[in-house]
């Protein structure tokens, strides 16, 4: 249209080489299927979830887990003891497991939940550190989810239940028989607060 | 051919009965004029990539010498994601859309835009969307540190810093696209009589491209950041191997925008290129029918090769070769281009000025860039330099050497028909050799530092780099100071100099030719006749 606009003069015929259609008419039509694309190619984002699932599930690949999973299906499951600890370092958070121990097999996922209590009048921002018994298990305790991640920020005495998702590796030396597990929550001091908190443990 | 002069002529006697627009700021944020409009984004373009440059040189001071000097880690992290950011997105991408503002209409003859008013609000989107990217990095926790790639699971923990990254990309996405609906349309509606499709000038065919690039594969980012932005606030998991996502889906879908996003840069400049050469070398172009089926296939190419990005997050055999083997497939309509510039000249009557020297400079450097790619391309070997300098080495060479030096190449090519002024031949010959050596200075070592196995993104190094690293380093501070030079060229240009005739290059083609110096501010409102002289081939 401000095509149109700029060029009063100009007839149809006058462009007619080049193209059949009136400018603007044309500009339209093909702004609409230019338009169309741009839609297409957003539909074809939103489904790339769905479609890449699907293509994993049909075709194999991407499972990049094979390999190791050859490799620990030769090794038989076993059972192990589990043992939950909690401390917080005198800040106000009281802090416990849910499960004080567990008996688990190797390989199988397991679920616990902590439970952390803010039992101050202000706002209490902390991030839970892990350690294991004996220490050099803390290797086959692979993590998919845990609070310890992130800093988590309690309101005054906020109640919050908070869980760790984790898998005892197949690959655990045989001496090894119970496993310990335990965090500790310190206060992250205000001024060093960091939202893209990515210590050493976000990386299992 | 005089028909067009005394048209052109008319049209600028015409606007002199348009004087009475908004004037002062008023006239460059209303202006619907496709000459104004392609000056902004030239303007924009620069200043963005003075910023992005900046920041490369406080990356480069704290790689001066080993261990943290200057910066920490976070922060560096975070220049490094904003210089690469900036540098796509802000300073290269505008460019060459205020060269496709500028120059498509007078090459095909159209009056303006095909939609002018859209043109307009697709130049001031990138603004707002320039600050909210440089403001990120004084909110609280900073910029995103991710690295341009924004790979989760890190960008899902990163602070309000990335979603001011990804608001950011969502209007520069929206300005991008309706640019490209603009050049589209244009190019296949507005061409004057008599210019068929493949008598278009090459920059024209290669923004068409271009543009089709575009408009596909950036929504593909919008979408990737978008589910980046519900996986961070909306406790969804595309992305989280904990809630049944899956972190190396972000990969596959950023690199299906990626991989054409590194054409979407580089085919502009091809087209610049396929401008300068032929005109400097006074003949017709060889070979245009195989360069405008090359560009085609390289866009086409670019669609089905983003893997090659992916070899270590552990897929198949299978995949890994056919992404390599698609990969190298890129190369060969490449090696048509590079050949067909290289014959172009080919005993063709040669004179070197700046244009001309930034023309050859891409044309050597990009095909050093375009070598080192191929090596990447073998996945045995990528495994190997996934991550190292040798990336960095390489990706320089093709977005430096290849989009900035075929920028400056237009640039000090089509100066004159812009100001109306020949600039300063000395200082841009200056501007060229100092651009020239300070770039090889600042990027050839990397190569040796990458195949040594110097990780990319990490603010120290091990003794054994620092020789090559401060050599880059004291590279990259000439290189920076030598590119202010091309500021003082074109205000000198702006202000006064030698008039430029309407064809201020004996060998140049093209309908943009055929207007005065400086283009007057309407042109072409009756079409002109396209005379077969004027054509590429």
């Known amino acids: 249209m401000d095509v149109q606009r700029l060029n009063p003069g100009l007839s149809p015929d006058g462009a007619a080489a080049a193209h059949s259609l009136p400018r603007a008419t044309g500009n339209r039509r093909i702004a609409a299927g230019l338009l169309a694309v741009v839609v297409g190619s957003l539909l074809f984002v939103s489904v790339q979830p769905r479609l890449y699932r699907a293509f994993c599930e049909w075709s194999g690949l991407y499972d990049i887990d094979r390999a190791e999973q050859l490799a620990t299906s030769l090794i038989p499951a076993r059972p192990v003891t589990l043992e939950f600890d909690a401390n917080s370092h005198d800040n106000g958070l009281r802090f416990r497991p849910e499960t004080a121990s ?103 | 051919m005089q028909a067009t002069q005394a048209a052109g002529h008319a049209g600028h006697h015409d606007d002199a009965g348009h ?7 008023m006239r460059w944020i209303t202006t619907t004029n496709h000459k104004d409009i392609g000056t902004m984004y030239l303007w924009f373009s620069f200043v963005m990539f003075l910023v992005g ?49 500028w120059m498509i209409p007078l090459m095909i003859g159209a009056p303006d835009m095909a939609f002018a008013r859209m043109n307009n609000w697709s130049f001031w989107l990138l603004p707002p969307a320039a600050i909210l990217l440089t403001s990120s990095i004084f909110v609280p926790g900073g910029a995103a540190g991710t690295g341009w790639t924004m790979y989760p699971p890190l960008s899902v923990q990163m602070g309000m810093g990335m979603d001011m990254a990804i608001f950011a990309i969502h209007i520069l996405g929206m300005s991008s696209i309706m640019g490209s609906i603009n050049i589209i349309t244009t190019i296949l509606n507005m061409r004057a009589p008599g210019m068929t499709l493949m008598k278009m000038p090459l920059f024209c065919w290669t923004w068409l491209v271009t543009a089709f690039l575009l408009i596909a594969s950036m929504p593909i980012l919008a979408g990737a950041v978008t589910m980046l932005l519900t996986d961070r606030h909306f406790g969804t998991s595309f992305f989280s191997a904990a809630g049944g996502g899956d972190p190396v889906l972000f990969q596959h879908i950023f690199w299906f925008f990626g991989h054409p996003e590194v054409y979407i840069i580089a085919l502009p400049a091809f087209g610049v290129v396929s401008h300068v050469i032929p005109a400097f070398s006074r003949k017709h172009l060889f070979g245009y029918t195989s360069m405008v089926y090359a560009i085609a296939a390289i866009g086409l190419i670019s669609f089905f090769v983003w893997a090659h990005h992916m070899y270590v997050t552990g897929i198949p055999l299978t995949g890994q070769l056919y992404f390599m083997y698609a990969t190298m497939l890129i190369a060969v309509p490449t090696g048509v281009k590079v050949f067909n510039w290289v014959t172009t000249m080919w005993r063709g009557s040669l004179s070197f000025e700046t244009p001309m020297l930034f023309a050859l400079g891409f044309l050597v450097l990009f095909t050093i860039g375009g070598l080192t790619g191929l090596v990447l391309a073998m996945t045995a070997v990528d495994i190997q330099l996934q991550d190292t300098y040798y990336v960095v080495a390489h990706f320089h060479y093709v977005m430096v050497a290849g989009a900035l030096f075929s920028a400056y190449a237009g640039l000090y090519f089509w100066l004159p028909k812009w100001t109306g002024h020949m600039y300063n031949e000395t200082l841009g010959k200056l501007h060229f050799w100092l651009s020239m050596i300070f770039f090889n200075i600042t990027f050839f070592p990397q190569h040796f530092l990458g195949l040594a196995g110097m990780p990319r993104r990490i603010p120290d190094y091990a003794q054994q780099f620092a020789d090559f ?34 064809r201020p290059w004996e060998g140049a083609r093209g309908l943009e030719w055929t207007v005065p110096s400086p283009a007057p501010h309407h042109t072409f409102e009756e079409p002109p006749v396209f005379d077969p002289a004027e054509a590429h081939a």
């Open chain 2, 53 to 101: 440059g900046a920041m490369s040189l406080i990356i480069r001071a704290e790689l001066l010498s080993p261990g943290l000097q200057y910066v920490s880690p976070e922060f560096y992290n975070q220049m490094l994601t904003l210089h690469a950011l900036i540098m796509v997105f802000g300073a290269i991408m505008p460019a060459f859309v205020g060269f496709a503002n």
């Open chain 1, 102 to 204: 567990l008996a688990v097999k190797t390989g199988e996922i397991v679920n616990v939940m902590y439970r952390v209590e803010n039992t101050r009048d202000v706002t209490v921002i902390g991030q839970a550190v892990p350690s294991y018994g004996p220490q050099h298990a803390g290797g086959y305790v692979k993590k998919l989810e845990c609070f310890c991640f992130k800093q988590q920020t309690f309101a005054p005495h906020e109640v919050r239940d908070m869980p760790v998702v984790f898998v005892l590796d197949k690959k655990l030396p045989d001496d090894v028989n119970t496993v310990t597990l335990s965090y500790t929550f310190f206060e992250v001091p205000a001024g060093s607060v960091k939202s893209s908190a990515a210590p050493a443990e976000s990386r299992m």
């Open chain 2, 19 to 25: 004087g009475h627009g908004p004037t002062g700021l």
């Open chain 2, 469 to 502: 690293n401060m050599i880059s380093s004291i590279g990259s501070f000439g290189f920076g100071i030598s590119q202010l030079l091309v500021l003082v060229v074109v205000f000198k240009a702006i202000k006064g100099g030698p008039k430029a005739a309407a």
